[in-house]
């Protein structure tokens, strides 16, 4: 089966610009999760879906971050604007059913804010 | 709030050695740990997982060791080999969240 889709894989922007990250889960997996990865440290949950209604945003720095799953599949996120230290690895994640439940991992995406 | 600590930080060992991380989490609730491995710049791959009802659960040379009552698991890793060297993660999930952990950079020498 295909696995988890994410573009892009890289971007590069500077500090107060905005950029969007997209992500396509596996076929038929009713949850999904926005990571962000800082160097050096584990994965922190951003936000996680179920279908299209939000479970948990309660780490989502709402000033300047958002997401969407409209539809219940594909799903953005959205920083606006962006910081210094919004420069990581933003990965996405999905998994059939509901935590506790396996996640597999897209490639993410690696941001680096100037 | 809930956490995982993940020890030790790094790990060296010799090939053909064994390795042990420990996690220790805080949620009572979490009934759920699986433990990723991620190579430098690759997305983190579940490699073994174990769930609250099981004790122990083995995979040819990972194994993986749960105690609820200590509310800690550990990773067990035997006959090292220089591909196992990564960055490895544990994670506890109860309800519906997943909790990572900060990571255990394993190098393996050869």
């Known amino acids: 089966e295909a696995g988890v889709a994410q573009s892009p894989r890289y971007k590069i922007i500077e500090k107060r610009q905005s950029v969007a990250f997209w992500c396509n889960p596996i076929?038929?997996?009713?949850?999904l999760y926005w990571y962000q990865q800082i160097l050096g440290q584990g994965p922190k949950l951003l936000i996680q879906?179920?279908?299209?209604?939000?479970?948990?945003d309660s780490q989502l720095p709402k000033d300047r971050f958002s997401a969407e799953r409209l539809k219940g599949v594909d799903s953005t996120l959205k920083i606006q604007p962006a910081k210094l230290e919004d420069s990581a690895v933003y990965l996405c994640?999905?998994?059939?059913?509901?935590?506790?439940?396996?996640?597999?991992f897209g490639p993410g995406t690696r941001l680096t804010v100037l | 709030g809930e956490n995982v600590e993940q020890h030790p930080s790094t790990l060296s060992v010799q090939e053909g050695d064994s390795a042990v991380i420990k996690c220790t989490y805080s949620d009572s609730a979490s009934n759920y740990f699986p433990w990723y491995k991620q190579e430098l710049g690759k997305r983190p791959q579940l490699i073994i997982d174990?769930?609250?009802?099981?004790g122990e659960k083995k995979d040819q040379r990972i194994a993986v060791t749960l105690n609820k009552t200590a509310k800690h698991f550990s990773l067990h890793i035997t006959e090292t080999q220089p591909e196992d060297s990564a960055v490895y993660f544990c994670a506890a999930s109860g309800t519906y969240k997943y909790i990572f952990g900060t990571g255990t950079r394993l190098k393996v020498l050869a």
């Open positions: 994640a999905s998994s059939f059913g509901q935590s506790p439940d396996t996640q597999y």
């Open positions: 174990i769930r609250s009802n099981v």
């Open positions: 076929s038929g997996h009713a949850t």
């Open positions: 879906f179920q279908n299209n209604g939000v479970v948990d």
